[in-house]
């Protein structure tokens, strides 16, 4: 079983709709972040974070650290959205970055 | 600031060789971590150095190894080249280790 979880594994979308992208991991952290990886691999980190919420634009990240879960929402989706959202968190006692496989979006106009 | 550099952007060499990764970080930043990317295994974290001192290392065999000079400037090497070595291969740089910036990554191909 992998360390890290994402779900859905692909997506598709209407334009306007919201979306949210779930990610459940089993050891412990220090901290998760949320990356966006368009064609052609560029990667953007979105957030990073280890307690609550964050929100930037039309974009929001949640965290339940004791449920051992995060949250990426969208609202307001967009075509420009299409991407690869992926699920990255901080080991705690060694600090290394384990992600997981990868949500791929799809926004239709 | 300029963004995170990586060079070359594309790479073809044969198994058994021998292929070199440079990373510019953006300037002020001391942490270079470097991942793997291939379509069967995701992302995974190969290593990461800070002032020129290796932090963390990833599962990856010896054949796959790094340095960071002193301008925070860091390069991988991959020895005896195999196959299954094909992937794209990401630098990021962050000032302390946690938010990270990516660089456009160089893609390898082993043929």
């Known amino acids: 079983k992998n360390e890290v979880e994402q779900s859905p594994q692909n997506l598709t979308a209407q334009e306007g709709e919201f979306i949210t992208i779930n990610c459940s991991y089993s050891?412990?952290?220090?901290?998760l972040h949320w990356l966006q990886q368009h064609p052609g691999g560029g990667i953007v980190s979105l957030f990073m974070l280890s307690s609550g919420k964050k929100k930037h634009g039309r974009l929001i990240a949640t965290i339940n650290i004791q449920e051992k879960h995060s949250s990426l929402h969208i609202t307001a989706s967009h075509p420009r959205d299409s991407a690869v959202y992926i699920c990255?968190?901080?080991?705690?006692?060694?600090?290394?970055?384990?992600f997981g496989k990868g949500t791929k979006l799809s926004v239709k106009p | 600031k300029a963004g995170v550099t990586q060079t070359p952007r594309y790479l073809i060499k044969t198994r058994g060789q021998q292929v070199t990764l440079s990373c510019s970080p953006i300037s002020g930043h001391r942490s270079v971590s470097w991942y793997q990317q291939t379509p069967g295994q995701g992302l995974q974290f190969l290593f990461e150095y800070f002032s020129e001192t290796q932090r963390n290392k990833g599962n990856f065999p010896g054949r796959f190894s790094g340095r960071q000079f002193s301008n925070s400037r860091s390069e991988m090497n991959v020895s005896t080249l195999e196959l299954g070595d094909s992937a794209l291969y990401l630098c990021a740089s962050s000032f302390t280790g946690e938010t990270q910036y990516f660089g456009p990554g160089t893609r390898l191909l082993v043929l």
């Open positions: 990255a968190v901080i080991r705690g006692s060694q600090g290394n970055l384990i």
């Open positions: 050891v412990g952290i220090s901290a």
